[in-house]
């Protein structure tokens, strides 16, 4: 388990993250406070890990095109 806490104010956010001791594989993350994934409000977030893939990833997944581009911008201005 690491543990990270941040003070901000009157709010203080806890960051904990678990692994699995043999594989050491995600198993679970939880924020109390800020979300630092999408930089959401202050609330609780909690994060199971249920596949763990250690292969590399294609990196045409990240290959941006007009079509979804638009898509990605859709979904920032849902999110944001």
Do not use: R, W
Not at 7 to 21: L, V
Not at 46 to 70: A, K, Q, R, V
Request: aromatic fraction near 20%.
């Amino acid at each position: 388990m690491y543990q990270s806490i941040d003070q901000e104010g009157d709010k203080k956010s806890t960051y904990t993250y678990y692994i699995n001791a043999e594989t050491k594989h995600p198993v679970h993350y939880e924020m109390f406070g800020y979300d630092t994934l999408i930089g959401s409000h202050f609330d609780k977030y909690t994060i199971d890990y249920y596949n763990y893939d250690e292969n590399s990833i294609d990196s045409s997944l990240f290959h941006i095109t007009d079509g979804n581009l638009i898509f990605i911008l859709l979904l920032f201005l849902i999110l944001f």
